[in-house]
């Protein structure tokens, strides 16, 4: 039982935000990694390619490519064991909407046609992403 007046039948939601961004879901074009970069780690690159095809790289523009070339190499020295760097990639990060949260803040969605596909290979690349993490933290700890 519900109460109050019963919704009319052609209802339209008013508050739409004016900024609000719809993106078509599976890899964009990107761009390749620039070898100037000098990136040595495979998280970095791994971490470039996702970013450089997702959907959210469609409307980048020349700036936000700067943006993410500096936060790769913040990537690859975190990997390499420089684990200071863990906050401010989070924080970059999230300003592309990296969480279903950030991209809530941002008003930003993505179709999802083809996340079933990408889901499946997500399921795989995880694996070595999490032995990675695993190898580098345990030596932090040990290092300590």
């Not at 039948?9 to 761009?31: D, K, V």
């Amino acid at each position: 039982m519900t109460r109050g007046p019963q919704p009319k039948s052609n209802a339209i939601r008013r508050n739409a935000h004016p900024h609000a961004q719809e993106l078509t879901s599976g890899p964009q074009p990107g761009r390749e990694l620039p070898r100037s970069l000098g990136i040595s780690t495979s998280g970095a690159k791994r971490f470039w390619r996702t970013w450089a095809t997702s959907p959210q790289s469609a409307t980048w523009a020349g700036t936000d490519w700067a943006e993410l070339e500096i936060t790769t190499r913040l990537v690859d020295a975190l990997y390499q064991g420089d684990l200071r760097h863990a906050g401010e990639v989070r924080q970059r990060t999230a300003k592309w909407g990296a969480t279903t949260e950030d991209r809530a803040r941002l008003r930003m969605s993505i179709n999802d046609d083809q996340d079933q596909e990408q889901a499946e290979d997500a399921d795989q690349a995880p694996a070595d992403l999490d032995e990675e993490l695993f190898k580098l933290l345990s030596e932090e700890q040990q290092n300590n």
